[in-house]
């Protein structure tokens, strides 16, 4: 691939959100929307690699979605035998916000909030809605999708098909929310922000992070805690975010290798982010009710707060993974609560937790059990089954720089069990 092709690729990938809500917006039929979209991202690939991209690249998506749009209308109105067409069918002070008339760009990405939660209609489940938009306003594959939530790629293809004909079934539109559908559907929205940014801060292929995912996870995040600025949980979860994006310079070296958390240089690691971010889950904590974010927040105010490795309240940690395995039954929290007992209780301790994990179907095709297995049996002084876990972690993720890595913790590994014991 060139690399104007790449950087085309890359564009559409930005604009998509930003183009569907505003087809959303104009003719408030969201599955019909994101077809015709996906028709004017087809045509783009076709096009402006023999035509040079067009002066706006969005307006010109836009432009052709919308008569992507207008046949649908038609085609419609024909079947239906109706005289007006669709656009008009339901009335504007019903909507929730989406289709306010101004074509500006600033509009079109302050609606992403209110996409959101469009597409947490009471109609879908909870994890059809959250893979609709994840899709929708996250821009993410179905592939990342299907990453995320630990299932094969063709079983999440199939749920966000059926989540798109549920809306467009739906006997109710979506409708102005009430105080009720709102608190519905909050728990949903909050877990898609954090999904959108886990696939950020943790991005497939070549590149290992994706600031575009992550920065769009906390500024959407920032506008939800407007909304609900004493809800601890909301709270919690944009303090996990700026916590977690705070180490982001360090993660990463000269040539773009993964640097785990242990061997960072935390003088890159951005304070004001850490000092608002501490200042968040403080202030969640002290509201009463505890829950999943604010205890993941309060773990990584727990990192970020050491200035060394060894300084790490490991011991606090554990009580924390603890009190979240309790809360959720979650195979990565079970992961987390593994490596925070290798850390205070010995790694003996912590492979005991992974034994149990085996049996666990969701992590089948992940990369996480392997890799914590490697680092554990590493530490245990198992160099050669260290080694292997490390391969077998690294044919399994997704990631380019982590399987550099990974490949690299088991090549030295190898290395290591060649020499000569000279201490023998």
Request: net charge negative; with cysteine; hydrophobic share 45%.
């Amino acid at each position: 691939m060139t690399s104007s092709a790449w950087t085309d690729e890359r564009l559409l990938r930005e604009l998509a959100p930003e183009v569907l809500r505003s087809i959303v917006r104009r003719y408030r039929d969201f599955s019909a929307a994101e077809d015709a979209v996906q028709e004017a991202l087809l045509a783009a690939t076709q096009k402006w690699p023999k035509e040079g991209l067009p002066d706006s690249p969005r307006a010109w998506l836009i432009q052709v979605a919308s008569r992507r749009m207008v046949d649908h209308v038609r085609a419609e109105a024909a079947r239906r035998h109706r005289e007006q067409l669709v656009v008009s069918l339901i009335p504007l002070d019903e909507q929730i916000g989406l289709y306010a008339e101004s074509d500006d760009r600033a509009a079109d990405q302050d609606d992403s909030l209110k996409l959101l939660f469009l597409c947490c209609h009471p109609a879908l489940s909870k994890t059809s809605a959250i893979a609709l938009t994840l899709r929708a306003v996250g821009g993410l594959t179905t592939s990342e999708i299907a990453r995320a939530f630990l299932v094969p790629e063709p079983t999440m293809a199939q749920r966000i098909s059926r989540a798109k004909e549920v809306l467009r079934s739906s006997a109710e539109p979506p409708g102005s929310l009430t105080r009720e559908e709102f608190k519905r559907r909050l728990g949903a929205v909050s877990h898609v922000l954090y999904l959108v940014f886990s696939e950020g801060y943790a991005a497939s292929g070549s590149a290992l992070l994706r600031t575009d995912l992550s920065a769009e996870a906390i500024r959407l995040t920032r506008l939800l805690q407007q909304l609900v600025p004493d809800d601890a949980e909301v709270l919690g979860l944009l303090s996990l975010m700026l916590l977690t994006d705070a180490r982001r310079a360090a993660r990463t070296g000269p040539a773009g290798e993964l640097i785990p958390l242990d061997e960072q240089d935390r003088s890159l690691w951005d304070a004001q982010a850490i000092a608002e971010g501490i200042a968040l889950v403080s202030r969640a904590l002290g509201r009463g009710s505890v829950g999943p974010y604010q205890l993941q927040a309060a773990v990584a105010a727990l990192h970020d707060e050491a200035k060394t490795t060894e300084e790490t309240d490991w011991p606090q940690i554990l009580a924390l993974y603890r009190l979240l395995d309790q809360m959720e039954e979650s195979p990565m929290v079970k992961l987390n609560l593994a490596v925070a007992t290798a850390m205070v209780e010995g790694p003996a301790a912590g492979l005991a937790c992974l034994d149990r994990l085996e049996s666990d179907p969701r992590l089948h095709e992940s990369h996480r059990l392997d890799s914590v297995r490697g680092h554990l049996l590493e530490r245990l002084g198992e160099v050669g089954r260290a080694a292997d876990a490390f391969r077998r972690a690294a044919g399994r993720t997704a990631s380019i720089a982590e399987r550099d890595y990974l490949l690299l913790r088991a090549a030295r590994l190898a290395e290591m069990r060649a020499r000569p014991d000279t201490d023998r």
